[in-house]
């Protein structure tokens, strides 16, 4: 009697299942449970993480899109996936406004510059580094975790901005860009602010600016790249929660109040600033909005770039 009361209760009656396009142990993978313990009971009885890893996510999208519509299967997953993507790859599998209803977003999180040792001590903020980047043109490199993602695309801005050519040079992943940074074997890097976090605090990185509209929180005393005097270098990531575009309406709006309502549970809330993020939690109408917002404004950016991939 429990147990059916319980699904009473909830917005569906078979289990939600999330699909992350990221393995076991990432960030979307971490946001992932931690949602699934507060969706579990309220919004579905039982609530699955399923990992589509691959495609640098593209697998998990292309899922989602051609699965049911019927609120059992969500995806979770960088927005960038769907904002920037499109403008990178020819043949992408998936139209982003077309086959997707943005739900909420669950968290952000800026990008940070970040300087290794091979980089001189009295470059201390992103002005320096532009200044530093232009006397010494074959050091001017800087990493991000994969070529046409976002980070990439903030260090293009960088560029721009400062007026300096800086070389890209593409990793496979944050760890590997990170242990590159920590040894000196590449002069700075743009990643994801929680992945060089530990580093700046212990003294074995320099993290010179951060991408947001604001200081971060948990970094106030590094300026932001418009502060610095580089204007237009701004961009946040957005981890949010898309549903198959054919989803009912009135799910679309439950899961959104389930996860709005997630989004104030203290182990939620405790375990996404464990990882530097910043909570979100937006109306289904304010996240369809900047979703459209998001992928009108990155297409310049990644036509300026001329980079586009080879799948």
């Known amino acids: 009697m429990s147990a059916s009361f319980t699904q009473a209760q909830t917005a569906i009656d078979k289990p939600l299942k999330i699909i992350v396009g990221f393995p076991a142990g990432g960030a979307s993978d971490v946001m992932a449970r931690l949602l699934a313990d507060q969706l579990r009971g309220d919004y579905a009885p039982t609530v699955l993480v399923d990992n589509k890893a691959g495609a640098g996510g593209r697998l998990a999208a292309q899922a989602v899109k051609s699965g049911d519509a019927d609120g059992s299967q969500i995806l979770l997953t960088p927005t960038s996936i769907l904002t920037i993507y499109p403008h990178v790859y020819k043949k992408l599998g998936y139209d982003s406004l077309a086959d997707f209803t943005p739900v909420s977003t669950v968290a952000s999180v ?13 470059v201390k903020n992103a002005a320096d580094y532009v200044k530093w980047a232009k006397s010494n043109p074959k050091e001017a490199n800087f990493g991000s975790a994969a070529a046409g993602a976002a980070p990439h695309f903030v260090g293009v801005m960088l560029g721009r901005a400062g007026g300096v050519d800086l070389n890209h040079v593409a990793f496979k992943g944050g760890a590997p860009l990170v242990n590159d940074l920590l040894g000196g074997q590449i002069q700075s890097g743009v990643n994801v602010l ?29 300026p932001t790249f418009n502060e610095s005097g580089l204007k237009g270098v701004e961009a946040d990531e957005y981890f949010a929660v898309f549903a198959p575009a054919k989803m009912p309406a009135h799910l679309v709006d439950k899961l959104n109040a389930s996860i709005r309502k997630a989004l104030k549970s203290p182990a939620l809330i405790a375990g996404l600033e464990k990882m530097s993020f910043e909570i979100g939690g937006e109306s289904q109408p304010e996240f369809a909005k900047l979703v459209k917002s998001e992928l009108n404004r990155w297409g310049p950016v990644v036509k300026a770039s001329g980079f586009t991939a080879d799948e």
């Open 110 to 122: 800026s990008f940070a510059l970040s300087v290794s040792p091979a980089v001189p001590a009295n």
């Open 194 to 222: 929680p992945e060089v976090l530990p580093h700046a605090n212990s003294g074995k990185l320099r993290i010179l600016a951060v991408s947001g509209s604001k200081r971060s929180r948990f970094l106030p005393n590094v």
